[in-house]
C-alpha cells in the first residue's frame, strides 16, 4: 500500500463549525456533550498535555487530553440496546467507528435521550398568542460526533480525559 500525505494539518475542534461535541465512549458505555467552545478555552488554557496518535510509526494526529468534568459535561448512559445495536468493536476501522458513533448519538436524539438545546423566544404578539402559539423554539445546533473509544471516566475503566484532536493526517486515505 503506498503512503500519502504525512503532514500534520490544523484539523479538529478548532477547524469544525459545531456547536456541540458528543464523545462517544464504547469502553464505559457512555457519551459526553459538551460545548464545543468549552473544549478551545480548556485547550487553551495550557493546562492539558498535548499527545500524540500513531498509526504504526506514523504520528497520524494530535491533541489534548482533557479531563470530562472541566468541560461540563452532560453524561448519557448508552442503553442496552443501542449499545448492542451499534456492535461496537475495537478492531473496526476508523470509518466503521464514525458510522457506528454518529449511530449511538441519532438513537439517543430520537430515543429524547439527548441533551438538546434551543434558543426560546416568548409570543407577545396578540394575534399569534390567540391562534395558539406562545413560544417558539429554534434548534440550529451543528453537533460533532467524536469516537472517543477508551475515553471517559477512569473509574469505570476509561482514560479519564476526553481527546479534543487538533491536527491530523491520513496517510493511509481511510475516511
Known sequence: MKIGNTKLIESGIRTE?????????????RVYVFKTSLGIQAIDSGSYPLKAVRTGEIVTA??????PHVLGCSVIDIPEDVFYEADFDWKDN???????????????????????R???QEINERMMQISGIDVTMQDNMKIQVKMDYNGGDKRLGGTGNLYLQTAECNPYRRY
Do not use: D
Open 17 to 29: 463549525r459545531s456547536h456541540i461535541r458528543a464523545h462517544v465512549c464504547p469502553r464505559i458505555r
Open 62 to 67: 494530535m491533541g489534548y487530553l482533557v479531563p
Open 118 to 120: 434551543f434558543t426560546v
Open 94 to 116: 476508523t470509518s466503521e467507528k464514525g458510522r457506528k458513533a454518529t449511530f449511538v448519538i441519532k438513537r439517543l436524539i430520537e430515543q429524547g435521550l439527548f441533551p438538546m
